[in-house]
Structures are given as structure tokens and as C-alpha cells.
């Protein structure tokens, strides 16, 4: 059960419907999905905070959240109230304008749960008048918008065998989609469809296929029953082919292979979903046999544009493995991948679009130096897409790691990895937000970080792109050139995705750090539109 903290006076609620969802490009004072509209850009065109103006941008508010771990949330805006999630499924309401709290909920939650890489929660999904939340002991849950009351909670899954929610879901019609993690537990992965009035479930689709499935035959024995590949990041959707595209994780155990012989069918691909029945479509496997960690759990970009001189459908996907990746998504053909970071656990990518790799197996003596780390050239974090510039802005990692691999015996419950990975001595971590032409993967621009970065990229018409560091900077670039225009030192370290919305015709920029949740606007009077 959850607990109703606080309330307060709020503004006015409006009711978020599927049509609201399907144009929300055409309310960019809001802020509706996860990643802003169905095709994953995370574009504004917003355009009041400009290259002009961007140096006297100013904090506006700030709202602690009460917990401290890693704040990954990206709020949600509807007409002037911002929902958020925090680590711990700590959840709330908040004033747009002011930050000013509305309600608190915070879920109850097991003294001890077997839960990978952090306590964190993505963020909400709405419709009508419900916000919907996938929690960390693998329940999906419906909170009342004006008083964060709880609607309906079912649950997925035990979540003492190591399954566990940390995504922000996606509304599609009438349904709430969620995807499962645990990929280091030996869970089989799914992905989930529930009813947003009621909560029932209306379809599961596993991402490991049972004997007699397409895909079986890619498990040697019984691996399949601790295969993995969990999908741990919220999806894109096409509502003209009405179709999911959801990415999915590594198999188990992570970097030993040899008991899990074959492409280890659906670990690391992306995967098109019948958004009705969650019947498959098609797939492409970005690193079939996956022994490096290389999830493909980032967030797929759809745009329709022209490949050689054809209109097509296109997926683009910035991929864990140093790959830059474009398909066709009405067929799931590959079109390009070009490497955009460090790689050397690959050869090259073959014309099939299949990935030639160093080793079929890790060597089971002694270390092996590979690039990328386990951690991967990119991560969950989202890359953004600018149409005016016609630019992906993709945050990579670079660092290598020395990879170990054993044999490990499956416990329910525990972590079951096979593998470690080190960085490599003398070896300091750097990133940078690269500019890529998604016609070509050409990069057109890059801008380094001193550390490794854990923050996604926000880009707006107003020829910006903001991204963070690990150091704690909230940064605006020139999205045409890359140069830094602006920076605030938020005080602690930036593991999410700036998001942005206006209120009363000021444009807010807004980005957790630490425990806080930070708000940027123009001074008043310097608040008139480009």
C-alpha cells in the first residue's frame, strides 16, 4: 500500500485523453510522455529560451524530493501541475509554477529486494485522471492526479526472484505498457499491457521464447528458462501501424555464454509489438549472443524521411554496442549501422546488419580488453532528435574494461552474471554529446565531457540542446555547432533527462540532480518569445 504524505490546494486538473496523447506535439507548454510524443524525439518547439537569451537563464525553483539515490525521473506536465517519481517509488504533484508540493505518495515498500543497479524510478504515464506507475517490487499501480491517492495496484511478478519495474510506462489507447527488469537475475523477460481503468492485464509478451516458440531453437537446453533479456526502458510507438517498438535487454548470465549456445533470441533487440494484442511483428538483434552487457534498452527514434530517395519509416536507435543503427520500421529491415564510439569487441557489422564479433565466447582464462565497458558506449538515458537541424543528439560513454568469464550455477533470487568487468588501469572515463546525421550516422559535431556521462540530451527550437555531467552541470550547446552557451552547477551529480514545458507563457526548463528537482527560466521580462 502506499502512503499518502501531503495535500494541498492545487491548480486546476484537466483530463489527459488518447487523442491529447496522439498530438502532443501540438501542446509543447506540456509535457505528455516520457519521451515528450509517441516517436521518442524529445524535441520542444518551444523556442523562448533561445541561443539569444540562453545566458541569463536562472533558477526559478527548486523541490527536494526527501530521498537521496539516483533521481532518473522525467516529470510529466499537463496544463501547470507537474507529476514526478523519485528513488524509493517516492512520487508527487508539484506546482508547475513554483514548485510548491500539491501531494506525496510513497510506497510501501519490502525491507529487502533483489533489485539491479539502483532503487530508481523513470517516471509516470497519464490518462484521464489517473498517473500510472511501475514500482520496484513488480506492481503497476494508478494514482488519482488531484490527490495521489491510490486507484488500482496489481502485481506483475514475484519480486523475490529478481523481478522488478524501474521504466516509465507508456499509455497507448486504453492500455498501460510496461516492460520488466532483472536481466541479472535469470528472470524471462516480458512486456505488459494492462487495462488503465481496471488494471487487469490484457497481454504479456515474453521476450524468451519457450520450446515450440519462433526463436526456441537460439537456446542450447534449458537455458532459455533463465534467459533474460529483460526491457527495462519505455518504448516508441506508430499509431499509423499501431505498432510498439520496444528495445530489450541482455541475456543470462551476462557475460558467460558457452551453456547458452545460439543468438539467444529476443536478449538485445527491438522489438515491433502489435499494440493490441502484443502479437510480434517482426525483430532485428543488435548483438546476437550477447557476452559484453550490451542491452539495447535505449529509446528508439522514429522518423519518416527519405532513404535514397524513397519516403520510408524509420527506426533510428543509438545502440549500447558503439553502433548507430537505422531500420526500416513497417519491415524491420536494416538500412546502416556505423560505429559512433570506441569499439573493438567488433569487427565491423556485416551487410545483413549482423554484428562480426571478436569472440563467440569470452576466453575463460585470464582477462580480455574490450571496448566499450559493460556500461556500454551509450545507456538508458535518451538521445533527442532536432527537425530543424535534422540532427540525433546522442550522449556516449567512452571507456574500455578488462572482462572476466566464468561458470556460475543459477539461485533464484540471486544475482547470476558469470562475469565481471574492470575498468582498466590508468584509464579515466570522458564522454561527449555527439551530433549525428541519421541518413549517414556521419557525426557532425561532438562535445567532450570531463567524466563519463549519465545524462540523456534535450534538444528545442530554440537552437538548443541541454544535456548534464556526472559533475553535477546542467549545459546548454549551439545545436548547429556544439559550442557551450551556458552551464548552472546544480550542487550534485545529473542521471537523467532534461525535459522542458511552459506555464502562463514562461518557458521552464527542468532537470533532477541529487535529491532536487532544479527549474530554469528567463528573469521576468526577458520572457517574450523568439
Given at each position: 500500500m502506499g502512503l499518502l504524505l501531503a495535500c494541498v490546494t492545487a491548480p486546476a486538473f484537466s483530463q489527459v485523453t488518447f487523442d491529447r496523447l496522439l498530438k502532443a506535439t501540438e501542446e509543447p507548454q506540456n509535457w505528455l510522455t516520457y519521451s515528450g510524443n509517441?516517436?521518442?524525439?524529445?524535441?520542444?518547439?518551444?523556442?523562448?529560451?533561445?541561443?539569444?537569451?540562453?545566458g541569463k537563464l536562472q533558477a526559478q525553483w527548486v523541490f527536494q524530493s526527501?530521498?537521496?539515490?539516483?533521481?532518473?525521473?522525467?516529470?510529466?506536465?499537463?496544463?501547470?501541475?507537474?507529476?514526478?517519481?523519485?528513488?524509493?517509488?517516492?512520487?508527487?504533484?508539484?506546482?508547475?509554477?513554483?514548485?510548491?508540493?500539491?501531494?506525496?505518495?510513497?510506497?510501501?515498500?519490502?525491507?529487502?529486494?533483489?533489485?539491479?543497479?539502483?532503487?530508481v524510478n523513470r517516471g509516470f504515464a497519464i490518462l484521464g485522471s489517473k498517473v500510472f506507475m511501475a514500482t520496484l517490487d513488480a506492481h503497476v499501480i494508478a494514482l488519482d492526479t488531484k490527490t495521489g491517492n491510490l486507484v488500482w495496484d496489481v502485481e506483475a511478478a514475484d519480486p523475490s526472484k529478481g523481478y522488478s519495474f524501474t521504466l516509465a510506462p507508456l499509455v497507448v489507447k486504453d492500455k498501460v505498457v510496461v516492460g520488466v527488469s532483472g536481466g541479472e537475475y535469470g528472470i524471462r523477460g516480458f512486456i505488459d499491457a494492462y487495462d488503465a481503468n481496471t488494471g487487469k492485464r490484457v497481454w504479456r509478451h515474453y521476450t524468451v521464447p519457450i520450446p515450440g516458440e519462433p526463436g526456441a531453437e537460439t537456446w542450447s537446453g534449458n537455458s532459455w528458462k533463465t534467459g533474460g533479456a529483460p526491457a527495462w526502458i519505455t518504448g516508441s510507438y506508430d499509431p499509423e501501424l499501431n505498432l510498439l517498438y520496444w528495445p530489450t535487454g541482455n541475456p543470462s548470465p551476462d557475460l558467460y555464454g558457452r551453456e547458452r549456445q545460439g543468438d539467444n533470441l529476443f536478449s538485445d533487440c527491438m522489438l515491433a509489438l502489435d499494440a493490441d494484442t502484443g502479437k510480434l511483428k517482426w525483430y532485428f538483434q543488435f548483438t546476437p549472443h550477447d557476452v559484453y552487457d550490451y542491452d539495447a534498452?535505449?529509446?528508439?527514434?522514429?522518423?519518416?524521411?527519405?532513404?535514397?530517395?524513397?519516403?520510408?519509416?524509420?527506426?533510428?536507435?543509438?545502440?549500447?554496442?558503439?553502433?548507430?543503427?537505422?531500420?526500416?520500421?513497417?519491415?524491420?529491415?536494416?538500412?546502416?549501422?556505423?560505429?559512433?564510439?570506441?569499439?573493438?569487441?567488433?569487427?565491423?557489422?556485416?551487410?545483413?546488419?549482423?554484428?562480426?564479433?571478436?569472440?563467440?565466447?569470452?576466453?575463460?582464462?585470464?582477462?580480455?580488453?574490450?571496448?566499450?565497458?559493460?556500461?556500454?558506449?551509450?545507456?538508458?538515458?535518451?538521445?533527442?532528435?532536432?527537425?530543424?537541424?535534422?540532427?540525433?543528439?546522442?550522449?556516449?560513454?567512452?571507456?574500455?574494461?578488462?572482462?572476466?568469464?566464468?561458470?556460475?550455477?543459477?539461485?533464484?533470487?540471486?544475482?547470476?552474471?558469470?562475469?565481471?568487468?574492470?575498468?582498466?588501469?590508468?584509464?579515466?572515463?570522458?564522454g561527449a554529446v555527439r551530433a549525428l546525421d541519421p541518413h549517414t550516422g556521419d557525426l557532425k559535431w561532438e562535445f567532450k565531457f570531463f567524466s563519463?556521462?549519465?545524462?540523456?540530451?534535450?534538444?528545442?527550437?530554440?537552437?538548443?540542446?541541454?544535456?548534464?555531467?556526472?559533475?553535477?552541470?546542467?549545459?546548454a550547446l549551439d545545436a548547429r555547432s556544439g559550442e557551450h552557451l551556458w552551464h548552472f552547477q546544480t550542487g550534485a551529480a545529473i542521471n537523467s533527462v532534461p525535459m522542458t514545458y511552459s506555464v502562463d507563457g514562461k518557458e521552464y526548463i527542468v532537470i533532477p540532480a541529487g535529491g532536487a528537482l532544479f527549474a530554469f527560466g528567463l528573469p521576468e521580462g526577458d520572457t517574450q518569445g523568439h
Open positions: 509517441y516517436a521518442g524525439w524529445r524535441y520542444s518547439t518551444l523556442d523562448q529560451i533561445n541561443v539569444s537569451n540562453i526527501g530521498v537521496q539515490g539516483l533521481f532518473e525521473t522525467t516529470p510529466l506536465v499537463v496544463d501547470g501541475v507537474l507529476y514526478g517519481t523519485g528513488p524509493e517509488d517516492v512520487a508527487f504533484a508539484v506546482d508547475a509554477r513554483t514548485g510548491k508540493a500539491i501531494w506525496r505518495y510513497k510506497r510501501a515498500l519490502p525491507e529487502k529486494m533483489t533489485i539491479c543497479c539502483g532503487h534498452t535505449e529509446v528508439p527514434i522514429l522518423l519518416d524521411a527519405e532513404w535514397n530517395g524513397q519516403p520510408r519509416k524509420l527506426l533510428i536507435h543509438a545502440n549500447r554496442n558503439g553502433f548507430f543503427y537505422v531500420l526500416d520500421r513497417a519491415s524491420g529491415q536494416f538500412l546502416l549501422a556505423k560505429q559512433y564510439a570506441k569499439v573493438t569487441w567488433a569487427k565491423g557489422i556485416n551487410a545483413a546488419g549482423r554484428p562480426i564479433p571478436q569472440f563467440q565466447d569470452l576466453p575463460l582464462s585470464g582477462t580480455t580488453n574490450l571496448c566499450p565497458s559493460v556500461l556500454g558506449s551509450t545507456n538508458w538515458f535518451s538521445p533527442s532528435y532536432n527537425p530543424q537541424t535534422g540532427w540525433v543528439y546522442v550522449s556516449a560513454f567512452e571507456r574500455c574494461e578488462s572482462f572476466t568469464s566464468w561458470p556460475q550455477p543459477y539461485e533464484e533470487g540471486h544475482r547470476f552474471i558469470g562475469s565481471t568487468g574492470n575498468k582498466l588501469k590508468d584509464e579515466k572515463d570522458w563519463g556521462p549519465w545524462a540523456g540530451t534535450l534538444s528545442t527550437a530554440g537552437g538548443l540542446v541541454f544535456t548534464g555531467d556526472i559533475d553535477g552541470n546542467l549545459i
